[in-house]
């Protein structure tokens, strides 16, 4: 079994900035993409930005150049850092872990992350 628990979410003003954690526990296999993907009220969840194992980064267009996917050496812990937010980012975040070896996945419960002034 594996967990995914994610932090920092909050309220900030336009303009400002956020940085999401998640941590992975349990049975972590090496060969894994880990990610964010958020889910704003009334639409779907979409990807934000993932990694994978060997360090590659996908970002989705709407967060290029603000948003910032990194991890830790484990390579069990990522974080999100937000810059420039705008309230379009408002949306609850979801931690993702796919492990290539036997094709599963796993989600965290989320962290709300609302852009207001």
């Known amino acids: 079994q594996v967990q995914l628990v994610e932090s920092g979410g909050g309220l900030v003003q336009p303009g400002g900035s956020l940085r999401l954690s998640c941590a992975a526990s349990g049975i972590i296999y090496s060969r894994k993409a880990m990610g964010w993907y958020r889910q704003a009220p009334g639409k779907q969840r979409e990807m934000v930005a993932d990694?994978?194992?060997?360090?590659?980064?996908n970002y989705a267009d709407f967060v290029k150049g603000r948003f910032t996917i990194s991890r830790d050496n484990a390579k069990t812990t990522i974080y999100l850092q937000m810059n420039s937010l705008k309230p379009e980012d408002t949306a609850v975040y979801y931690c993702?872990?796919?492990?290539?070896?036997?094709?599963?996945?796993?989600w965290g419960e989320g962290t709300l992350v609302t852009v207001s002034s």
């Open positions: 990694i994978t194992s060997d360090g590659s980064t």
């Open positions: 993702n872990i796919r492990f290539v070896a036997n094709g599963r996945n796993y």
